[in-house]
C-alpha cells in the first residue's frame, strides 16, 4: 500500500503541474489580448513597419549595416484600382466574401505540396487569404510551423473581426513585400517603374500582382517566361473581380 508520504508526495506535484498548466494557460490569454489590443491599433493606426519588415531589414544588415528599406504608406485613395484588382485577382478572388479563412484553398494546397514532395519537386502552393498573408507580415514572420500558423489563424480572425475589407487591403497592399527591401505599393512602383501607386497603369499593375508570391527572385528576374505569361492572364482576370 502507498505510504502517506507517498501519496502528499504525488498531491503536492499534482498541485504543482496544475499551478504550471493555469499560469501558461494566464499568459497565453494575457499574449492573445495583447494580439488583440494591437490589431485594434492598426485599424485605425498606419504602421511604421512590419514584423516581416524588420526580419529582412536584420538579414540585410548583415552583410550590409547601412542597408535600408524602400517603404512608403499611401492611403487607399491613392493606389491604383488596376492594382487592387490585379493583386486580389492574384491572391485571394474571393477576398471581399469569405471571413478571412478559405478551408477548402488550405487543404488543395496542401495536397497539391504533398503530391510535389512525393515528386521531389521543391514548387509549393499556400492557400492562404489577403488576411492570412497579413496577419503574417504585419504580426509574424516568414518561417514555417505549425505554431506560426495556428498563431496566424487566430490573428486573421481578429483581424476580419475588427477591421473593414476595405482596410484590410489597404494594410496589405502597403506592407507586401515586392523585392529585395522593397515593401508597399509605392515604393514598388516606384522601384519598378519610376512612378507612384496612384498612376499604375493595368500592365503594370498585373505585372507587380505577379510578382507577389515570390517577390526578391523577381526583382531579379523580371522577364521570364512565367512571369511574363501569369502577367497576361491576370490582366484579363482583373477585370473580373470586386474591390472594397
Known amino acids: 500500500m502507498p505510504t502517506r508520504r507517498s501519496t502528499m508526495g504525488r498531491i503536492r506535484w499534482g498541485r504543482v503541474i496544475g499551478a504550471a498548466v493555469m499560469a501558461l494557460l494566464c499568459l497565453l490569454i494575457m499574449y492573445q489580448l495583447w494580439m488583440f489590443c494591437l490589431v485594434v491599433w492598426y485599424a485605425y493606426r498606419d504602421p ?9 531589414l536584420s538579414r540585410l544588415r548583415e552583410t550590409d549595416p547601412d542597408a535600408e528599406l524602400k517603404y512608403q504608406w499611401v492611403p487607399y485613395d491613392r493606389i491604383s484600382n488596376s492594382l487592387k484588382r490585379a493583386v486580389v485577382a492574384s491572391e485571394d478572388a474571393n477576398f471581399t466574401e469569405h471571413d478571412g479563412v478559405e478551408w477548402d484553398a488550405i487543404r ?29 507580415n504585419l504580426f509574424l514572420s516568414s518561417s514555417r510551423s505549425y505554431l506560426r500558423k495556428g498563431q496566424e489563424l ?55 500582382a505577379a510578382m507577389l508570391p515570390n517577390p526578391r527572385y523577381y526583382d531579379k528576374h523580371r522577364h521570364t517566361s512565367y512571369l511574363n505569361s501569369r502577367t497576361g492572364t491576370l490582366t484579363r482576370r482583373m477585370r473580373m473581380v470586386d474591390i472594397p
Not at 473593414?164 to 522601384?191: C, D, M, S, T
Open 48 to 56: 511604421g513597419s512590419s514584423a516581416i519588415m524588420r526580419q529582412e
Open 108 to 136: 488543395k494546397a496542401w495536397e497539391y505540396n504533398q503530391r510535389q514532395e512525393a515528386r521531389g519537386r521543391h514548387k509549393m502552393r499556400g492557400g492562404s487569404t489577403i488576411t492570412q498573408q497579413l496577419a503574417k
Open 154 to 208: 487566430v490573428l486573421t480572425y481578429m483581424i476580419e473581426h475588427v477591421m473593414p475589407k476595405q482596410r484590410i487591403l489597404e494594410l496589405y497592399l502597403n506592407v507586401a513585400e515586392w523585392g529585395v527591401g522593397v515593401f508597399g505599393a509605392e515604393a514598388a512602383a516606384r522601384h519598378y517603374y519610376k512612378t507612384s501607386a496612384a498612376n499604375l497603369g493595368s500592365a503594370q499593375a498585373a505585372r507587380l
